[in-house]
């Protein structure tokens, strides 16, 4: 059974995936720390951003494991180093190469197949798993998506500060949605859910129930 959240950045859809799958006993799969991966092996061999062709090669011949904790590129643990300010100014722009997203969907979709799974990411519901039995949307207000975006960073929670990221979480929309391969959109099919003022706690438990009433019954 799979369960798919897409939306935008600082929506809260990692940690509540993660909660989602602990909940459940659901494989927890983070799609963007596969692109992540991608941007700061392009970073390290200085391969431009432009260089679609390129990217898209590095894509297929890196290794990445995902765990549901560590992040692993050739072995070596970069669970933390792909948060990073430089990986995540460049992750749009490799994301959006129709070759890197290619190579990355053939390993999004193995990991599909392979039994009960949450997975998060901006197209989950749309190309990675169309089928999904349960699909969520979620969504904030740009002012929530920034102070949550800031307590992960470690941030103060100051006008300018809040304002900076906002500007950044919406010059990230536009490129997510914009994009020719793949652009973040909602799935026909999707629950929108606006978790604005609802706790972490709350939106799991949501997508938990959503997930038993669509569990085949037997």
Known sequence: M???IDGP???GKSSVARGVAAALGFTYLDTGALYRTIALAALQQGIAPSDGPALGALAGATAIELDGVRVLMDGRDVSERIRDADVTELVSVISAHPAVRSALLLHQQHAASS???VIEGRDIG???APDA???VFLTASPEERARRRAAQLGLPMDADTLKELAEDLAARDRADETRASSPLTRAAD???MDTTDMTQEEVIAAIVELTRRAAPRG
């Open 126 to 128: 749309t190309a990675v």
């Open 190 to 192: 999707a629950i929108e």
């Open 115 to 117: 039994g009960d799974i």
């Open 133 to 135: 039995a349960v699909k």
């Open 2 to 4: 799979i369960v798919a």
């Open 9 to 11: 950045a600082g929506a």
